[in-house]
């Protein structure tokens, strides 16, 4: 099991884009680890969201971390532009990229992190041989494209495989991989994910888009959380 507190991510997908920096101000100040940004292109995925200039933005209003989520066709194009925008890390995909490694050793090359995606047809194996190159995986625990999609239950024993995997590869390593889940993840199924081993979450709907408010929302968000990892502890 991972050593560290489980982080929460806000995914920007669901936040309104009108007050884009003060949602993103409040989600930091509410106890936010890292901002999730999706990137998709109208083809990897069948929708289109937002480019580095957004990246760009956002730089100037939080400290935390920017991982861009590339859910588009060739990210080793568009790698340098968001690097430039402010961008600190890259999650690509495993799917559709027949020189991952390559694509990872440029995410490297410019001084960012970098992690692998994989899709919910996806096994956990396809993870094996890149395992030793990356600070995170990430398991899809949607289809992507869409935020406000339900959890697939289906995932559960993937996220299981990936974090012992990761622990097997990396057992003397003082970093631990970061073992992220992205889709449907709110009060319900965080807490089944971090008993999974997932110690990263992303999450846009519940959020960004919670009645209550983002600080509420971070708060319950992250009580699950600790709640489910301490369990996992005993
Ligand atoms: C989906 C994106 C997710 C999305 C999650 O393709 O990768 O990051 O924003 O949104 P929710 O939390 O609403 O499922
Ligand atoms: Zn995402």
Same mark, same amino acid.
């Given at each position: 099991m991972p050593q560290g507190a489980i982080k929460i991510a806000p995914s920007i997908l669901a936040a309104d884009f009108a007050r884009l920096g003060e949602q993103v101000v409040e989600a930091e100040q509410n106890g936010a680890d890292r901002i999730h940004v999706d990137v998709m292109d @109208?083809? *990897?995925?069948p929708n289109i969201s937002l480019g580095a200039v957004v990246v760009e933005g956002l730089r100037k209003v939080t400290r935390l971390q920017l991982e861009v989520h590339m859910m588009i066709t060739n990210p080793d194009l568009f790698l340098e532009e968001f690097c430039e925008a402010g961008s600190d890390s890259f999650l690509v995909h495993w $799917?559709?990229?027949?020189n991952l490694h390559r694509t990872v050793q440029r995410i490297k090359a410019l001084g960012k992190g970098a992690g692998v995606v994989i899709n919910p047809? %996806? %096994? &956990?194996?396809?993870?094996e041989e890149i395992l030793p190159d990356v600070d995170k995986v990430l398991v899809m625990t949607?289809?992507? @494209? *869409?935020?406000h999609q339900h959890f697939l239950s289906s995932t559960l024993a993937k996220i299981r495989r990936v974090r012992q995997s990761s622990e097997q590869i990396?057992?003397?390593?003082d970093l631990e991989v970061d073992g992220e889940v992205d889709g449907g993840i709110d009060e319900e199924t965080a807490p089944l994910a971090v008993t999974a081993g997932a110690n990263v979450l992303v999450a846009g709907t519940s959020v960004f &888009?919670? $009645?209550? @408010?983002v600080a509420a929302a971070m708060k319950r968000l992250r009580t699950v959380a600790n709640n489910a990892w301490n369990e996992t502890q005993r």
């Open positions: @109208g083809h *990897f995925v $799917e559709g990229n027949a047809a %996806t %096994t &956990a194996a396809m993870l949607v289809n992507p @494209g *869409f935020g990396k057992p003397e390593c &888009a919670e $009645e209550q @408010g």
